[in-house]
């Protein structure tokens, strides 16, 4: 399984970004957009679901739309009105498991893309 993000970079607060990965084409369960600020814990920011909808952290609903439109396109996240606690390294991950609750829970994952938002 390969991962690759893409599309981050070094924003103002307010503005907007749009993070992709590329991923090999397997039936995936879950796919999903993680995030790691310095010093913390690797924390879930959105996933979708293979027969389900998208799930958000609530620190970005509102802001940020995961997105899987086909088989065949990348996992999309869309993210408006960057805010500086938005800076980390983003991942991106899938897993098979039939539960996708905890992070613990995604077995393959890409090497991240940083987003940095200040003034």
């Known amino acids: 399984v390969r991962l690759v993000e893409s599309g981050g970079g070094s924003v103002r607060p307010g503005d907007s970004l749009r993070l992709s990965c590329e991923a090999s084409?397997?039936?995936?369960?879950?796919m999903g957009w993680f995030r790691q600020r310095s010093g913390d814990r690797r924390e879930k920011v959105a996933i979708?679901?293979?027969?389900?909808?998208?799930s958000y952290d609530a620190t970005v609903e509102g802001r940020f739309t995961i997105s899987h439109d086909s088989a065949d396109a990348p996992l999309n996240l869309q993210m408006r009105d960057l805010r500086p606690e938005d800076t980390a390294v983003y991942y991106c991950a899938v897993t098979f498991s039939s539960d996708c609750t905890y992070t613990s829970h995604f077995t393959y994952w890409g090497k991240g893309t940083q987003v940095t938002v200040s003034s």
């Open positions: 979708i679901e293979e027969d389900g909808g998208p």
């Open positions: 084409k397997y039936p995936y369960t879950c």
